[in-house]
């Protein structure tokens, strides 16, 4: 469930121009050019590590 909410976070944080300042930052910070696949890409895998700690504590809750 996390990763949907995280998915979701990051399409609302889009209507902001989020994306393009998350990008820019990851641009500056690594010397990486990241597309928006990618930004949502990383909301999926915080979304994932999210879901995997909870299950792992047995807290998940389907």
Not at 11 to 24: P, V
Not at 36 to 48: D, E, L, N, P, R
Request: one cysteine or more; a positive charge.
């Amino acid at each position: 469930m996390m990763i949907v909410s995280f998915l979701l976070i990051g399409w609302i944080l889009n209507w902001f121009k989020f994306n393009k300042l998350f990008i820019q930052a990851f641009k500056e910070l690594f010397n990486k050019e990241i597309t928006i696949a990618s930004y949502y890409f990383i909301f999926f895998c915080v979304g994932t590590i999210g879901d995997l700690i909870l299950f792992f504590n047995g807290t998940y809750k389907v």
